[in-house]
C-alpha cells in the first residue's frame, strides 16, 4: 500500500459520507412534509375565510376544496365561540369545559391507582401476585367494545347515563368508566419501579420502615418521571377517546358531550352538517394546541414511559 | 387404591396438585372448626362471634353488620326499574320475561314486565354478592382462628388499630390493591361475563314487548350455530361476510404491526444517523403526529383525501383523472382494495413515529462493541443491520409486537374514523375495511344485535388471547421477570 493511497481512500470515504448525509437530509425533509401536510392543512382550513360581495373578509360555512385558502380570517374561531349546536347555546364551550372537568379528575384517580397496583406489583411479595398478574392480561384481550356496552347497561341501570331527568350524571358516569379501568394499565410503571434497585427497600426495611412509608418516603420521591407520564397519558386520554364518551354519555345528549364526541358531530351523524368544516377545523386547532404543547413540554418524560413500554410490553 | 396413590405421586401435573390443594383446604378448614375455641365454631354461623369472643369488638361488629347487610340484601330483594336484586334476581336468571307482565294482588294492577336485560344484570350482581358473603364467611372464621393461636401462645390477640397498621406495613397490598380490584370486578369482569352470558341469549333489539321492555330467553350455542349455518336473513349476512372480514382482521393486524414496526426503526436509524444535524427538530415534527389527537388527524386525512377534498381536486385540475377518486371507500361503488391499501398507508403515517420513538432509545443502548467486532469481520453496512442492529431491537422489543398485533386487531379508531368501514357496509352489513371490532359496534350500538355482537367478541378473544398466550408466555420478559431486578 503507498503512502498516497490512504488520504485518497480517505478523501473518497468522505466523500460518500457526506452523499449519504445529504441523502438522509433529504428523505428525512420529504418524510416530514408528508407527516405535516394533514396538519397544516387543518391549521389553513381554521384560518380560511371567503369573501363576499363587497369583497370583505367572512367567515366560510363550505368544506375546504383547496389546499391553500384564498382568504384568511379568525371568523371560524369567532363563529366557533358562539356555535349553537342542536338548540345548546355556546356549545363549544361547554364541550371544552366537559372535557377539562373529565380529564383533570381521571388524571387524579388514574395516576393513584396505577402507581399503587405497580407498585404492588414490582415490589411486594404475596399470594394472589401472579394469578392477579394473569387476570389483567387476560382481561386486556377482550375487545374494550365488549364491556363498554355492559357498563352503558349498568351506569344506566343505576342512572348514571342516558338519565332524562339528570343528563348531567352521564358526566359521573364518563369519570368512573375512564378510572374504573386504569389500576389494570400499570405495566409500564412497573417496568420503572422494577428498575429501582430493591436494596432501596430491603435497607429501610431494616431500618423498621413500613411498606406504606417505604412507598411515599422512598419510592415516590424517586418516581417522578413515571409520575408525570402516567398523569400525562390520563390527562390526554379523555381529549383523545372518542368511542366510549359517545357511547356512554349519549348520542342526543349535546351539553354533555365531550370535544371529540362534539367535534365529531359536528360533520357526521344524526346531526352532521358538512358544511361546519372549517368550524370544526378551528375546533381541532383550539384542542390541539394545549395537548400538543403538553407533550412537547413533557417531552422527555413520554419518551421515557414509551421507551419502557417497548421492554415491558 | 394403594395403586392410584404410587400413579399419582408419579407424576404430580397440574390437576393433581390441584386435587391436593383442595384437600388440603378441606383438612384445614376442619381442623379450625375441631381445633377453635367455642368463638371459632359459633363464627362458622355468626360472622364476628370469634372476634367478640377474643374482644376484637369493632372487627367483630363489621363482620357481624357485613353479614345481616347481605342477608337483608337477599331476603327484602331491593327493586330498582321493577327489577328485583336478591333471591328473586337469581330466580329470574332464568330469564324470559314475563309478557305483559304481573297481577299484582295488592293493587289489584298488572305490574309491569322487568327488562330481561337487568334481569341477567342483576342476576349476576347477585351471585357476586354470594361469592363476596362466602370470602367474608371464610376471612372471619380466619381472623377468629388466628387470635385463637395468638392466645395459645400467650399473645393478646391484635386490636383494630394493630390491624389498622399491619394494612400499612405486612399488609400493604391489600390496601392498595382494594380500590383497583374492586373497580375491575364492577366495571372489567362483571361487564365481561355480562356480554359472554349475551352470546348465549336471544337478545337483539326486536324482542320487545308492548311496553318496550327487553325480553329475551336463553338461546344456547345457538347464536354460534346460526354464524355458520346461514338461517334467517342476519345468518346469511353472517355466513357470508364472517371468513372475509375475519381474514381481512388478521392481514390488518399483520400489516399494521410490521409496517409501523420496520418503517419505525427505518426512520430511527435515518434521525439517528451520525454527523445528522438538526435530529432534534425532525423527531419533534414526527412527535407531532402523536400528541394530537387521533379523531383530529384521522378526521382531517378523511377529508384530505375525501372526494371533494384538496387532493382529488389536485388531480382534477391537473387532469390525471375525470372523477375524484375514491381513496377511502366512502362511496358504495368505490375499489375495495383501494381503501384497504390507503388504510394501512394511513395507519403507517400514525404508528412510524411511535415505533421510532421507542426503537431510538434501544438503537443507542446496542452495544459498541458488537459493530466494532463486526468492522473488524469486515462486514458491510447492510450485513450488519440484519445481523446485529434488527435481531437485537426484535429480542427486546418481543412484548410490544404481540401488544401492538393485538391492538392492531382491536383497533376501532382507525377504521371507523377513516373509513367508517366503508365501501358498501349498510346496517348490520360489513363493509370493506370492517374488522371484527367495527362490526362489532356496528351489530350491537347501532343495530341492536347484541347476542350476535357478543359471539363476534367471545371469537375475537380466542383469537387474540391464542396469539398472545403462545408467543408471550414463551417471551423472555415474562419468564425471567425478575432477573432485571
Keep these: 500500500m503507498s503512502s498516497t493511497a490512504l488520504p485518497q481512500k480517505h478523501r473518497s470515504q468522505r466523500g460518500a459520507r457526506i452523499a449519504s448525509l445529504a441523502a438522509t437530509y433529504v428523505v428525512l425533509s420529504i418524510l416530514a412534509l408528508i407527516w405535516i401536510i394533514p396538519i397544516v392543512y387543518i391549521i389553513l382550513a381554521a384560518f380560511s375565510a371567503t369573501r363576499n360581495a363587497s369583497d370583505e373578509i367572512v367567515g366560510t360555512a363550505q368544506a375546504v376544496q383547496n389546499f391553500f385558502p384564498t382568504a384568511f380570517g379568525i371568523q371560524n374561531f369567532a363563529n366557533l365561540f358562539t356555535l349553537t349546536f342542536n338548540g345548546v347555546e355556546y356549545a363549544f364551550l361547554r364541550w371544552m369545559g366537559n372535557t377539562l372537568l373529565v380529564s383533570v379528575v381521571c388524571c387524579l384517580i388514574s395516576t393513584f391507582l396505577v402507581l399503587s397496583v405497580a407498585y404492588c406489583m414490582s415490589k411486594l411479595r404475596f399470594r394472589m401476585r401472579k394469578p392477579f398478574m394473569k387476570f389483567t392480561m387476560i382481561m386486556g384481550l377482550f375487545p374494550g367494545f365488549m364491556s363498554m356496552i355492559a357498563i352503558y347497561f349498568l351506569l344506566k341501570s343505576i342512572g348514571l347515563s342516558g338519565n332524562m331527568e339528570h343528563p348531567e350524571l352521564s358526566i359521573l358516569g364518563l369519570i368512573i368508566s375512564y378510572s374504573a379501568g386504569a389500576g389494570l394499565g400499570f405495566q409500564v410503571a412497573k417496568g420503572f419501579f422494577d428498575v429501582l434497585p430493591n436494596s432501596l427497600v430491603e435497607s429501610a426495611k431494616l431500618d423498621g420502615c413500613s411498606n406504606f412509608k417505604i412507598f411515599l418516603k422512598i419510592i415516590l420521591p424517586l418516581s417522578k418521571p413515571i409520575i408525570i407520564y402516567t398523569m400525562l397519558m390520563a390527562f390526554t386520554g379523555p381529549w383523545m377517546d372518542f368511542i366510549f364518551a359517545k357511547v356512554i354519555i349519549g348520542s342526543t345528549n349535546t351539553a354533555y358531550w365531550t370535544v371529540s364526541v362534539g367535534l365529531y358531530s359536528l360533520l357526521y351523524g344524526e346531526y352532521g352538517r358538512p358544511e361546519l368544516f372549517t368550524q370544526f377545523a378551528a375546533g381541532c386547532v383550539m384542542v390541539g394546541i394545549p395537548i400538543t404543547l403538553l407533550f412537547m413540554f413533557l417531552q422527555r418524560y413520554y419518551v421515557e414511559g414509551v421507551t419502557a413500554g417497548a421492554v415491558k410490553g | ?485
Design chain 2, 1 to 485: 387404591m394403594a395403586n392410584k396413590v404410587k400413579t399419582v405421586n408419579k407424576r404430580p401435573n397440574w390437576f393433581v396438585r390441584t386435587g391436593r390443594g383442595i384437600k388440603d383446604w378441606f383438612v384445614n378448614f376442619g381442623k379450625r372448626f375441631v381445633d377453635g375455641s367455642i368463638g371459632t365454631k359459633l363464627s362458622h354461623f355468626i360472622f364476628g362471634a370469634g372476634n367478640l369472643y377474643h374482644g376484637q369488638i369493632i372487627k367483630g361488629l363489621l363482620y357481624l353488620v357485613l353479614q345481616a347487610g347481605i342477608i337483608v340484601f337477599m331476603v327484602l330483594c331491593p327493586e330498582v326499574n321493577h327489577t328485583p336484586y336478591g333471591w328473586k334476581a337469581l330466580v329470574n336468571l332464568r330469564l324470559g320475561g314475563s309478557e305483559g307482565g304481573e297481577f299484582d294482588p295488592m293493587t289489584g294492577e298488572m305490574t309491569l314486565p322487568s327488562d330481561d336485560k337487568l334481569r341477567l344484570l342483576f342476576g349476576l350482581v347477585t351471585i357476586a354478592v354470594i361469592i363476596i358473603f362466602i370470602l367474608l364467611w371464610l376471612s372471619n372464621i380466619k381472623s377468629s382462628y388466628k387470635a385463637d393461636m395468638d392466645v395459645k401462645q400467650g399473645k393478646k390477640p391484635t386490636t383494630f388499630v394493630e390491624d389498622l397498621k399491619e394494612l400499612l406495613d405486612t399488609r400493604f397490598h391489600l390496601l392498595m390493591l382494594t380500590p383497583t380490584m374492586v373497580a375491575a370486578l364492577v366495571f372489567t369482569l362483571l361487564p365481561t361475563i355480562f356480554m359472554i352470558c349475551m352470546a348465549f341469549t336471544t337478545y337483539n333489539d326486536f324482542d320487545m314487548n308492548a311496553q318496550g321492555t327487553v325480553l329475551f330467553h336463553w338461546n344456547g350455542f345457538n347464536n354460534f350455530i346460526y354464524m355458520f349455518s346461514g338461517q334467517s336473513q342476519l345468518g346469511v349476512e353472517l355466513k357470508a361476510r364472517f371468513l372475509p372480514v375475519f381474514g381481512w382482521t388478521i392481514i390488518w393486524a399483520i400489516f399494521a404491526t410490521f409496517t409501523c414496526y420496520f418503517g419505525g426503526i427505518i426512520l430511527a436509524i435515518l434521525i439517528n444517523k451520525k454527523g445528522l444535524k438538526g435530529k432534534k427538530v425532525f423527531r419533534t415534527l414526527f412527535i407531532l403526529t402523536i400528541a394530537i389527537p387521533q379523531f383530529i388527524s384521522l378526521l382531517a386525512v378523511r377529508n384530505l383525501l375525501g372526494t371533494y377534498g384538496p387532493i382529488n381536486s389536485m388531480i382534477k385540475a391537473f387532469g390525471w383523472a375525470k372523477d375524484s377518486i375514491g381513496f377511502l371507500g366512502l362511496a358504495d361503488g368505490d375499489s375495495e382494495i383501494l381503501a384497504k391499501v390507503m388504510v394501512i398507508v394511513v395507519n403507517m403515517w400514525l404508528g412510524i413515529p411511535y415505533t421510532m420513538l421507542m426503537t431510538s432509545g434501544i438503537l443507542m443502548n446496542i452495544p459498541a462493541d458488537l459493530y466494532e467486532a463486526g468492522t473488524v469481520d469486515g462486514a458491510s453496512k447492510t450485513k450488519m443491520f440484519f445481523k446485529i442492529t434488527l435481531p437485537y431491537v426484535i429480542f427486546i422489543t418481543t412484548p410490544y409486537l404481540i401488544s401492538s398485533f393485538v391492538g392492531n386487531i382491536n383497533s376501532f379508531n382507525t377504521i371507523f374514523l377513516l373509513t367508517g368501514g366503508g365501501p358498501g357496509y349498510s346496517g348490520y352489513k360489513a363493509g370493506g375495511t370492517d374488522l371484527l371490532v367495527t362490526w362489532l359496534y356496528k351489530l350491537t350500538i347501532e343495530n341492536g344485535e347484541y347476542n350476535t355482537g357478543a359471539v363476534i367478541g367471545i371469537l375475537t378473544f380466542i383469537i387474540t388471547a391464542t396469539i398472545t398466550l403462545i408467543t408471550y408466555t414463551r417471551s423472555k420478559a415474562f419468564n425471567e421477570e425478575d432477573t432485571f431486578q
